[in-house]
């Protein structure tokens, strides 16, 4: 195996902002300021990297391991990387960001959809947003209401960043009394898979999204009312995919919902770092769907006290890396599996044959 080497950001970097200080939670935030500091991030660590453009690491200010295990995530995705090198975000800058407060809690999951949020809505293509359509689309056929709830979408949020990470997730609903099933069409940034609990302690990747789209029974007091029933019945509902993202993020949930005696589970997912074949799991026939991983953020410890690094392929020299706050060192890629896996990015393998 080759030499470990660190590299560190410089002392005294020449364009990045603080980012404890700019992104700690705050009552206003002036326009653009995220997509600033994460172009700031990106030109540095290309320029100040002296081995491989990219191989830079983030100094710790303060318990920020998970801000900065995102941050090498978002840094090595190659096309929002190229969209800040090339200032292609310059075009799309506008003054109508909705970030106006933040609040980062220290999970690099919140911060994630946060700093995606900020960054969607700063480059924005839609500068006027129009009213709400009430209008139903439920006597639409379920290919043509996907694609209505799609534009309707994009007429409101449209940028590079959304065109990069944003799915649509369909979810029927089935009435156990008269069969009428009604369907939904929501946008979705990443999914939170759930871990299958085995006793021999492993599972794989294709557990947890196969768990994910179980049909589960509604019952009792989680009855939902039935359009046509117009009454509350036992229902079935499942999750399929509609339309697969360029930029999949699968979020493992490896903590306890419960606020009392929160825990953690674990549990070695075994996920594949190549090929990862998600055609089952589309709603309708699909051609491709395959998706290659890029980046993981992981989380060592426990809920009361634990630590956030990210392993990273490089855009660039394709090699993989370890990103451990400052110290960056390369890593063979049968040690990027690990029970500390918490985000997994996954990049299509065929932008071409996008669905």
């Keep these: 195996m080759r030499d470990s080497y660190t590299v560190t950001l ?183 898979l759930p871990i299958p609990k085995k006793g021999y302690g492993e599972v794989t990747l294709m557990d947890c999204l196969r768990l994910f789209t179980k049909e589960d029974v509604l019952d009792g007091d989680e009855k939902p009312t039935c359009c046509r029933c117009k009454a509350r019945t036992r229902c079935t509902k499942k999750f399929s995919i509609q339309k697969f993202p360029k930029i999949l993020v699968l979020h493992l949930k490896r903590f306890s919902e419960a606020r009392i005696r929160a825990s953690k589970l674990t549990t070695f997912v075994n996920f594949p770092l190549k090929d990862l074949d998600l055609r089952e799991f589309a709603s309708q026939s699909c051609n491709h769907a395959v998706y290659n991983l890029y980046a993981v953020s992981n989380h060592s410890g426990t809920t009361m006290g634990g630590h ?11 090699e993989w890396h370890s990103f451990n706050d400052s110290r960056v060192t390369p890593m063979s890629s049968s040690h990027v599996r690990s029970s500390d896996a918490y985000l997994l990015f996954y990049e299509l393998a065929s932008p071409s044959s996008r669905m």
């Design 10 to 192: 410089p002392e005294e970097p020449p364009a990045l902002p603080d980012l404890h200080k700019e992104l700690r939670p705050r009552t206003s935030m002036p326009g653009s300021l995220l997509v600033s500091t994460f172009v700031g991030l990106v030109l540095n660590k290309t320029k100040s990297s002296k081995v491989v453009q990219g191989l830079t690491g983030l100094r710790n200010l303060g318990n920020t391991c998970f801000m900065n295990s995102i941050l090498q995530c978002l840094s090595n995705t190659k096309e929002l990387r190229d969209y800040c090198l090339q200032n292609h975000y310059l075009r799309d800058l506008n003054n109508n960001s909705r970030m106006r407060t933040a609040l980062i809690q220290q999970d690099a999951q919140e911060f994630l959809r946060f700093l995606l949020d900020g960054l969607h809505s700063e480059v924005n293509r839609v500068l006027v947003r129009p009213r709400a359509n009430a209008d139903t689309l439920d006597h639409l056929p379920d290919d043509e209401k996907s694609r209505q709830m799609w534009r309707r979408y994009q007429e409101r949020e449209d940028s590079r960043v959304s065109d990069l990470f944003v799915g649509q997730l369909k979810s029927s609903l089935t009435c156990s009394e008269c069969g009428y099933c009604s369907t939904a069409f929501d946008p979705f940034w990443d999914l939170s």
């Design 308 to 318: 956030y690094t990210a392993y990273c392929k490089s855009p660039v020299s394709s």
